[in-house]
């Protein structure tokens, strides 16, 4: 038999658990922007932006073709969007990135250089790939110098976790290749210790990675994490 206190307090506990937010691995930082750069940003938007709201996507519909599809988690600036669009217009590439700032900083190079192979979600990663990402759909995934979260107490925010990687395996296809750089060591181990983990993937070792990395442009981090004298670590790895 229940009673109405039992009642009372799996009531309160629903209320608790439903206000309970899932662990980010970033700190989403918006800033107002000017009106000429709202106009920018919703100008851009509008032809390059992706919803989730939308759903699993169809690449043959956002892209009116069949082309290798390249995801880019945590795109920044754009550098590398931008550059490995421009390099190889036969495949499609699909970036997600929580700052505003970044994606305006994307949509004000696209607006004078514009490209029909690139589109962007402004979303945490993990809802776009539950969402939006068909099984078994992408050619590669890049994830250049994500937040290294140095402090042991924060390191459950880090983006490469095992629940992240069975997800990633998921959307990637048979001999997809999964790409991630960072110039922290401690993070680099911990996400060889993560991919171990998952039987899946398989370390990609030079000279067979030598092609993929020869394809990286340096980013501002990479640039900073230089300047302040660390290693950069380039890790890839395919699905068996």
């Known amino acids: 038999m229940i009673t109405i206190r039992q009642v009372h307090l799996n009531s309160n506990f ?4 439903n206000k309970i937010k899932p662990i980010r691995s970033f700190v989403k930082r918006q800033r107002r922007l000017s009106p000429n750069k709202q106009k920018t940003f919703y100008e851009g938007w509008a032809l390059y932006g992706l919803d989730i709201v939308s759903g699993e996507i169809s690449t043959k519909k956002i892209f ?3 082309a290798p599809l390249v995801l880019e988690i945590g ?3 754009g550098i590398t969007l931008l550059n490995s669009a421009k390099k190889y217009p036969k495949q499609d590439f699909i970036g997600i990135e929580v700052h505003q700032p970044g994606i305006l900083t994307l949509l004000t190079q696209l607006k004078t250089q514009p ?3 690139i589109r962007i979600y402004n979303e945490d990663a993990v809802i776009v790939l539950e969402q939006c990402i068909p099984d078994n759909s992408l050619e590669k995934v890049l994830i250049f110098f994500p937040d290294p979260w140095q402090k042991n107490r924060h390191h459950k925010r880090r983006l490469i976790q095992p629940k992240f ?3 990633l395996q998921k959307k990637l296809k048979s001999k997809g290749i999964l790409h991630v750089a960072t110039d922290w060591e401690d993070y680099a181990n911990h996400i060889i210790a993560v991919l171990k983990t998952n039987p899946a993937f398989i370390v990609l070792e030079p000279p067979k990675s030598l092609p993929f990395l020869a394809d990286r442009i340096s980013t501002k981090f990479e640039q900073r994490g230089k300047k302040q004298g660390h290693k950069i670590f380039d890790l890839l790895f395919t699905t068996n």
Do not use: C, E, V
Request: hydrophobic content about 45%; cysteine-free.
């Open 75 to 77: 795109f920044g600036m």
């Open 165 to 167: 990687i069975a997800l």
């Open 14 to 17: 629903k209320t608790h658990m």
């Open 64 to 66: 009116k073709r069949n």
């Open 115 to 117: 490209l029909d192979n």
